[in-house]
């Protein structure tokens, strides 16, 4: 086995200074490579360097920078000579945090760390694309927050500030999704505190996670009149009208399963079109589905999408074309999902109505079957619920016409008494 290498190279990420777009200067830092894998670490370096300046080693301000990191270098070799045989990039960064910087703060951001720990062999279930999906969208949005953090800035206060953030960049985004990106979060932090890259500062200990589950009610009848009847010159606001009916229209299922409907997936029959499809939900429910779509509904289908027959395995939905991984397509669910509820929005807001999202289709469509006759066992079909007692609990909590008149035959009796 070779022993680890240490050079002294310019920062391998640009430097992202305002006055200076154009230039290329960097500060330096100490690259070890270690069985053909290298890792960055930083230094006390101030002084930057562009290109050039970094190959003259003559100019006197190549000289400066680097009897400026001198020391970091001669203890990077120090260290090395010590580790010996039970060198690690764990124990190499322990041993030199404490002899530089005399802290215990981490040098590495959270790109470098989220690519770590995504390409983790020693990992004993591999990743499915759906969570390294998430945790991708969990690093973007800690990038829209400060494009260059590093492991020593996720204490509790900057999660509640990025909490925060995520609210006022997503207003409809829940605090569930909000969660279950910080979990991400929060099991890359793990991996880096039992990495010894950084010492737990336990910073989701003040900023709980505890899952709330988010009582969405479904829509009046009259609200929904009022959408159906929307009509917009604005191509985004109608985008969102058409794909909140066309999600009710088929049962209030999710965009996730609309958009990936192919040909296959639909058929004329005797007594009209008729989509048949399987849901999963997880891995271990796997829900067939039979829809009849009205004729609205195939209107919608027809002008965001085409039915051909003649090619069984293409989508019927163009948003999806081209996506060849799970990734890819969540990705690209997720978009149109985004600019249906911001068009959503737009026309709530016209309508004077209560803020409402797309997932709310689904709601409407539970609580509309129920309050007209429909039996939970049915409805349980309809929506592709492997288990009653979540449809129950769908109906339970949207029965509007119900809670109406519960509250019609309290007052009926307050009056009657006073």
Sequence with gaps: MKKPAVEIVR????????????????????????????????????????????????????????EEIRADYNAAIEIIGKLGDSFSFESFYRDYKKMIRGETSSAYDMRTIFAEYLSDANRTRPLSDRTISAYHTALNWIVKFKDRITLDEITGEMLSRLDTFMHRYRP??????????????????????????????????????????????????????????????????????????????????????????????????????????????????????????????????????????????DYIFPFLANTHTERQINDRINDINYRANMGLRMVTEELGLPHTTMAQARHTYASFQCENGRSLMD????????????????????????????????????????
């Excluded at 985004?173 to 039992?194: D, G, P, W």
């Excluded at 492997?386 to 949207?398: F, R």
């Design 11 to 66: 920062n391998h990420r640009r430097s992202k200074t305002m006055s200076e777009p154009i230039s290329d200067k960097r500060t330096l830092e100490l690259r070890i490579t270690y069985n053909r894998i290298p890792r960055y670490f930083a230094t006390n370096s101030t002084i930057q360097l562009t290109a050039a300046e970094f190959q003259n080693k003559h100019l006197k301000k190549y000289k400066e920078a680097y």
């Design 172 to 313: 409809d985004i829940s605090q569930n999704t909000v969660n279950m990106y910080f979990r991400s979060i929060r099991a890359v932090y793990n991996y880096a505190v039992e990495k010894g890259y950084i010492e737990d500062k336990r910073p989701f200990k003040k900023f709980s996670l505890t899952s709330t589950r988010k009582v969405n009610y479904g829509l009046t009848v009259h609200s929904l009149q009022q959408i159906l009847a929307y009509r917009s010159s604005d191509e985004k606001a109608q985008f969102g009208r058409d794909f909140f009916v066309l999600s009710f229209d088929l049962n209030g299922h999710y965009l996730s399963d609309i958009l990936r409907l192919k040909n296959k997936n639909i058929s004329l029959t005797e007594v009209g079109w008729k989509i048949e499809f399987v849901r999963h939900k997880t891995k271990r429910h796997a829900i067939p589905v039979s829809i009849y779509p009205t004729d609205l509904g195939m209107q919608l289908i027809t002008k965001y999408g085409s039915v051909n027959k003649s090619c069984p395995n």
């Design 379 to 418: 409805i349980q079909m309809d929506m592709g619920h492997a288990n009653p007692t979540t449809t129950q609990g769908y109906i339970n909590s949207l029965r509007t016409s119900a809670m109406m008149q519960s509250k019609a035959i309290k007052e009926q009796l307050y009056k009657e008494v006073m």
